[in-house]
């Protein structure tokens, strides 16, 4: 036990570390009933001037995926879920390797609702704020430039679009995606916790609300990102 406590505080800090170990424990003595849950939202800034991070590829190319495209079919996701979330406009860029299948980003304009708790994030400036979420790389792509091809494909096509942010939430007990986007150049905006057990849903947030109860979804937060009249530096 002080072997796990040691190794998690190590790699989230203190506070991180102690509700990661708390949420394994309620989990494990619930049965899975009870989770803990704690999210910073980021902002990544789009640059007007796009530069690539990646060279061209022969091999590997990233595409916009519409709603009855063949490739959906490889998709790691319920046909359901993916049917929710292009019914709700939401974009999907895919990248193909040689033909197959290597990950998806996917990002949304207006609101999204948070698929893991019962929340919805609204963005009050949803002309140059966009939400990305869901972004995956098969494991046989991982260790190559997919992620980064996946980026400069979404950045070149949300720049053309006048988008000046990318939000999105990352769970801050994932070391590997918190220095993944760090690399990105994000900015922690706030933070959320969100203590679950059974149909009770406790939310702590470091913004408006601050504090909310729900049932079963009925009740749920609605937390609203602005990012009116800041800057890429302004945020940092």
Sequence with gaps: MFSSLKSAIGD???INGML???GRVMQALSGGRSRLIRYHIVAQPVSREFVPVCRPSATEKVIEIAAHAAIIEAFPRPPEV??????RGHVCLAAVNKGVFAGFLWYARDHYEEDEVHCRFVLSEPDSTVWDYDVHVEPRFRMGRTFARLWDAANERLAALGVDWSCSRISAF???SLQSHRRL???VLETL???CIGSLQVALMSCKPFINFSWNGAGRPSV?????GQGPESLR
């Design 12 to 14: 989230l800090g203190f």
């Design 82 to 87: 993916l049917k929710y979330r292009f019914a």
């Design 185 to 187: 150049g994000i900015s």
């Design 174 to 176: 994932n070391r590997q």
């Design 193 to 195: 916790t969100f203590i």
């Design 224 to 228: 609203r990102i602005s990012l009116r």
């Design 20 to 22: 990661y170990l708390l």
